[in-house]
């Protein structure tokens, strides 16, 4: 059994991008029977049915999502091998041994489908995308931004961005960047509220809770800072506002409106620029290291882990 060329996945993509056989010919400029006859004539090679129809629409069967997602990453990969060897010259392959430098530069083609945090993206994410279309002027960027997580596979998203521990998956992660989160407030705040000496003190503080993991965060852990540790402490807070997008908890933090407790990589440039204060030195809040989830190691396109690369040397290197 076998793909007996691309045009079968080509057209299994495009049947569930519009529902329709009728949907999928007008895409790939053949007609509605042409298009029933190819994709007839692939389920007989295979054995396996791959859609289901109606007399209106058109859906994948289980069998049909597995060979579309693993279709959907094996024409992508295609397509850009195949524009790297249509660029490629003996002249350019020479100065890349040589590693000459930015001309060297492999050029990416194709689109990668990012999910990041709202605020990660908004505080650090966008200049290094900036910098990496830049590099690479061929290349398109899809950026979901939303503190909701996002289903990698069934979103068909190349590349997701994610804080915390991971649960065991069959997906490949990379950590970019060691963190942890810290309570934090603007002068302002603390001119006018004064300033707490210990976390369990928060409990009297107006705490701004937002989304974590699809709900709301309303206990704040510590552990005093020091090779030898110490005990957690849990606190309980509360607070007269709250939110599904962390970026506005941040916002309304540097008004002066509260107290909030995020990950240091989120609040890296408000306490350099004196806009937040750390409220605690010597205590330190839950790890929440960050990741990149990608779907498969084996189907990464070249374009994908350039872009993990380019996001993991910008995060170190603030």
């Keep these: 059994m076998k793909i007996e060329n691309t045009d079968e ?3 299994l993509l495009e049947c569930a991008r519009g529902g329709s056989l009728t949907a999928a ?20 090679r295979l054995g396996l049915r791959l859609v289901e129809r109606s007399t209106r629409a058109l859906r994948l069967t289980q069998a049909g999502e597995q060979l579309r997602e693993h279709g959907q990453r094996a024409l992508e990969l295609l397509d850009e091998g195949l524009a790297l060897a249509l660029e490629a010259d003996p002249v350019a392959a020479a100065a890349g041994k ?16 990012v999910s990041a945090p709202s605020d990660l993206t908004r505080q650090l994410l966008l200049p290094l995308f900036d910098s990496f279309l830049a590099l690479h002027p ?21 590349l997701a961005l994610r804080y915390g521990q991971l649960a065991d998956s069959g997906l490949v992660a990379r950590r970019l960047a060691e963190a942890r989160r810290m ?10 509220h004064g300033r707490p000496a210990h976390p369990s003190e928060l409990g009297a503080h107006n705490c701004l809770c937002f989304k974590i993991r699809n709900r709301i965060e309303r206990s704040w852990r510590f552990r005093p800072r020091g ?12 607070g007269r506002r709250s939110c599904d997008d962390a970026s506005i908890a941040h916002q309304w933090a ?7 407790y995020k990950s240091e990589l989120d609040v890296r440039l408000s306490l350099a620029s004196g806009a937040l204060v750390d409220l605690f030195p010597d205590w330190q809040g839950d790890d929440l ?3 990149a989830l990608m779907p498969s190691q084996r189907f990464l396109p070249q374009r994908v882990r350039a872009l993990v690369d380019h996001l993991a040397q910008g995060l170190s290197a603030g």
């Design 289 to 291: 290291p960050l990741h």
């Design 9 to 11: 996945l080509r057209l």
């Design 98 to 113: 040589r590693g000459a430098g930015a001309d060297a530069m492999p050029r990416l083609r194709g689109r990668i489908r």
């Design 183 to 192: 309570a934090v407030a603007s002068p302002g705040y603390l001119q006018e």
């Design 25 to 44: 010919s007008k895409v790939m400029d053949i007609t509605p029977a042409a298009a029933s006859a190819m994709l007839k004539k692939l389920e007989a």
């Design 138 to 158: 061929a290349l398109e960027l899809q950026l979901n931004v939303s503190d909701s997580l996002l289903d990698i596979v069934k979103d068909e998203v190349d």
């Design 227 to 238: 090779p030898e540790g110490g005990a957690l402490l849990s606190v309980a807070v509360q």
């Design 254 to 260: 540097v008004q002066g409106f509260g107290v909030i």
